[in-house]
């Protein structure tokens, strides 16, 4: 079974730009979850889909958003770029959100 | 919102010594899990606790789901250079399952 693929792997944009990720989870899993993970503040709840609908939202701005589509895949969208943003965007996605999560590789953003 | 603190941040054993990293919620927890994330890697599921007072094996790894279920511990015993990331607890919170809040991490770092 393929695991959960995560696109780009590596991004670098400047400030003000936006930037959407993409993640593909695990065949039949329907929960999905996005974190970002930073040094000095380790791995943070961005939000939970589940079935198209958001779940579970951690504490970002506004300008952080995703959604998720009927296949399960999901998208998180980061507008108006600040150099604070560049992180490790880590995808998991689970059968059940009580569940062990199974991460993605992540997506590397870089803010200049 | 609901917070979980580990400690210690970071922890450099000689092989074979043990290690341990703690725990703690703010809140009562539905569950806890673990995860290993090697140096660039992503995380791994390692476990999940669900029980009060639960304890479970892996091997040298053993967990512990604190009776109030708002602690945790993990033990390695007899660490190897194969033990050396980080190590992070996740909590869902009761009654918001779906909402995974990780904790710091500890590093671990063998010396052979």
């Known amino acids: 079974k393929a695991g959960v693929t995560q696109t780009p792997r590596y991004l670098i944009k400047t400030r003000g730009q936006q930037v959407t990720l993409s993640c593909s989870p695990i065949s039949g899993h329907r929960s999905v979850s996005w974190y970002q993970q930073t040094p000095g503040q380790g791995l943070q709840f961005l939000f939970e889909?589940?079935?198209?609908?958001?779940?579970n939202k951690g504490n970002f701005p506004g300008r952080f958003s995703g959604r998720q589509f009927s296949n399960s895949r999901s998208e998180m969208n980061v507008s108006t770029l600040e150099l604070g943003d560049s992180a490790l965007y880590l995808c998991?996605?689970?059968?059940?959100?009580?569940?062990?999560?199974?991460f993605g590789p992540g997506t590397r953003l870089t803010v200049l | 919102g609901q917070q979980v603190m580990q400690i210690p941040q970071y922890q450099h054993v000689q092989e074979g010594e043990d290690f341990t990293t703690y725990c703690n919620s703010s809140?009562?927890?539905?569950?806890i899990q673990w995860y290993k994330q090697r140096p660039g890697g992503h995380p791994v599921f390692l476990i999940q606790l669900v029980k009060s007072g639960e304890v479970k094996k892996q091997k040298r790894l053993t967990f512990q789901f604190g009776e109030a279920k708002k602690n945790s511990s993990l033990h390695i015993t007899a660490t190897q250079t194969t033990d050396v990331g980080t190590y992070f607890c996740a909590g869902n919170e009761r009654g918001n399952t779906g909402k995974l809040i990780f904790g710091q991490g500890t590093t671990l770092q063998v010396k052979p």
């Open positions: 889909y589940f079935s198209e609908t958001q779940r």
């Open positions: 809140t009562t927890l539905s569950n």
């Open positions: 998991a996605s689970s059968l059940v959100h009580y569940n062990e999560q199974f």
